[in-house]
Each structure stands twice: as C-alpha cells, then as structure tokens.
C-alpha cells in the first residue's frame, strides 16, 4: 500500500535504495550465472533473491 505521506527527501532516499538493490539483483544473478560451483551458484541465487525482495518492499513504499 502506497504511503503518500512521504516527504521529498525521503522518497529521493528510497529511490537511492531502488536503484542499489536494483544493481546488488543484477550484479548478484550474474555472478550466479558464472559459478562453476553448485554450491556457490544457489547461494548467489539466494542473494539475488533477497535483494529482488527489498527491492519490491521499497517500491511499496512509493
């Protein structure tokens, strides 16, 4: 649900956040995607997954 309480600073604050999480997803998948390593490939896939979560949780926000 949409808080349409926030002020500027802290809807340009979450929008920093967007983007970081944003770049940790991509970053995070890519990584995964590289790894020889099963074990090291589903924890890059776990990462990227939590982040994508924050990532939805701050575009709630909006």
Known sequence: MPNNNLTAKEVTLIADLLTYE??????TRLYSKQMTDPVLQEEFNKLSENHQKRFNA???LL
């Open 22 to 27: 944003e770049n940790a997803v991509k970053k």
């Open 58 to 60: 701050l575009l709630n």
